[in-house]
């Protein structure tokens, strides 16, 4: 069917599909997600040509959704003659970039952009942007600096890889601030992205099914600062040696932070004294925070770094106290879900690569029952065997690569089971489990064999200790 028809071939809930106008400009979105139909819409607020191509199928929401924005789309598979035509091609984050249509897109001179690049392009001149990623706690981190800039009631929108589409951001009236949650994928495509607050929360092994090494997936992360300048700011964990090792590249202010108390405090950053959180700003503008609600190194790191990138906005440090102190953190990510006959049951399904597991069993006190397992990512296990030893005392392994998973654990653990859903998990270490034990969802892995996500992974954890 030829895109320019659609309208007259689809009819859901009696929506019109009105005629988009013939503008110049054409923007090709290749992909059909969150991402790619948000900035679609995006266009068609800027009054361009757009046409979108999913190779699969549309959620209902989004196809209703470009129907009423009369933006032209295709579903089951991309069509390189109507994709060529366009001026630019916004490309969805988990297309890679491998993929014959993209070699062919780019063999024509077209230029691709991810969709925060978009964004960027079109956001308003004098709002600020701050943009935060690492292999683990961007989300964290991003939605507590969300949590400081609501309750300072400043005038913000929060978005990007953390579930609401970079483009939407712009569909309202304009903020004075843009937060984005951005991942690898994302950065691959940003020739002038450049965020006035960068954050990188920390580089280890992840997606190396995608990248070639753990030195291309760094310079993936590092395109958050590529475009900076001495005026902007980048935060960054000062304890990760790969990120230490790229600071030669980093043109922006410097901001390190530290999770203990470091040699030679720094000028500007933040760190760790006396069980104290101090923050330092430009002007030795000094902060301290005594109380924090969420235990565990990781946690800590998120807290400076929201914390550092609120002052660096100006948001009162009565307010970024007020904000941490009572912050009770996110679903899925380390979340107690109750305790029966004295063994904890903890829900950390976006634990999806070894450094995020390591956090979590670290922050476990006593003896865990460990539930691992789903798609491996390229996982090198070894970084555990140490804690696993001391800390672990059962491993219930759950999910497609079990083999590995049983190659590296199984001779260092008392008891090693293999189970097939989720309900057999919880069961089968609940028995295993006594009195002052814990068991955890920390699987390490991806989340698509036995499930939609990691979001469906958590609530069927949560759905089956519930039923103990």
């Given at each position: 069917m030829d895109f320019r028809d659609f309208s007259s071939h689809f009819n859901i809930n009696n929506i019109e599909a009105p005629m988009i106008m013939n503008e110049l400009f054409q923007l090709g979105i290749l992909g059909g997600g969150e991402s790619g139909v948000a900035a679609a819409l995006l266009g068609k607020k800027k009054k361009i040509n757009v046409f979108l191509s999913e190779k699969g199928k549309l959620t209902q929401l989004h196809r209703i959704?470009?129907?009423?924005?009369?933006?032209?789309?295709?579903?089951?598979?991309?069509?390189?003659?109507?994709?060529?035509?366009?001026?630019?091609?916004?490309?969805s984050p988990g297309i890679s970039s491998n993929i014959s249509i993209i070699?062919?897109?780019?063999?024509?001179?077209?230029?691709?952009?991810?969709?925060?690049?978009?964004?960027?392009?079109?956001?308003?001149?004098k709002s600020k942007v701050i943009a935060i990623t690492g292999t683990n706690g961007k989300t964290s981190t991003t939605t507590l600096i969300g949590k400081i800039l609501s309750e300072n009631k400043s005038n913000f929108r929060l978005g990007g890889n953390i579930g609401i589409g970079a483009g939407r951001l712009l569909l309202g009236d304009p903020a004075d601030v843009y937060v984005l949650e951005v991942s690898s994928f994302q950065l691959e495509n940003c020739p002038t992205f450049r965020p006035n607050i960068a954050v990188i929360t920390n580089i280890t092994n992840d997606h190396l099914d995608r990248y070639n090494s753990i030195e291309d997936y760094a310079k993936a992360k590092f395109k958050i600062t590529t475009n900076q300048n001495?005026?902007?700011?980048?935060?960054?964990?000062?304890?990760?040696?790969?990120?230490?090792?790229?600071?030669?590249?980093?043109n922006a202010s410097l901001y390190p932070i530290y999770t203990s108390t470091p040699i030679n405090a720094p000028n500007q950053g933040a760190f760790i004294e006396d069980s104290h959180l101090i923050m330092i700003t430009k002007n030795n503008d000094i902060m301290t925070i005594e109380d924090l609600a969420l235990q565990g190194k990781h946690n800590t790191y998120n807290a400076l770094a929201a914390g550092l990138s609120a002052r660096l906005l100006n948001v009162r440090s009565e307010m970024v106290r007020e904000s941490l102190a009572d912050f009770e953190g996110l679903e899925h990510r380390m979340e107690n879900i109750g305790t029966i006959h004295g063994i904890?049951?903890?829900?950390?399904?976006?634990?999806?690569?070894?450094?995020?597991?390591?956090?979590?069993?670290?922050?476990i006190?006593?003896?865990?029952?460990?539930?691992?397992?789903?798609?491996?990512?390229?996982?090198?296990?070894?970084?555990?065997?140490?804690?696993v030893e001391k800390k672990v005392k059962a491993i219930v392994a759950i999910g497609t690569d079990v083999s590995k998973i049983r190659n590296a654990f199984a001779e260092s653990?008392?008891?090693?089971?293999?189970?097939?859903?989720?309900?057999?998990?919880?069961?089968?270490?609940?028995?295993?489990?006594?009195?002052?034990?814990?068991?955890?969802?920390?699987?390490?892995?991806?989340?698509?064999?036995?499930?939609?996500?990691?979001?469906d992974r958590g609530n069927q954890f949560k759905s089956a200790v519930r039923k103990l």
């Open positions: 959704e470009l129907i009423k924005a009369g933006i032209y789309f295709e579903e089951g598979g991309h069509t390189l003659d109507k994709l060529i035509n366009s001026d630019a091609i916004i490309k070699q062919n897109i780019r063999k024509a001179g077209i230029p691709i952009w991810s969709d925060i690049e978009w964004f960027f392009r079109n956001k308003p001149e001495k005026d902007d700011s980048f935060l960054f964990y000062a304890e990760d040696k790969i990120i230490k090792s790229r600071l030669n590249s980093v904890q049951f903890i829900n950390d399904s976006k634990a999806t690569n070894v450094n995020s597991t390591y956090y979590a069993l670290e922050s006190n006593g003896k865990s029952i460990w539930i691992v397992g789903g798609v491996d990512k390229g996982n090198d296990y070894s970084e555990l065997f140490g804690l653990v008392e008891h090693f089971a293999e189970v097939e859903n989720m309900d057999d998990a919880v069961k089968t270490s609940y028995q295993l489990a006594t009195k002052g034990e814990t068991v955890i969802l920390s699987p390490c892995c991806a989340s698509f064999d036995l499930f939609q996500n990691y979001q």
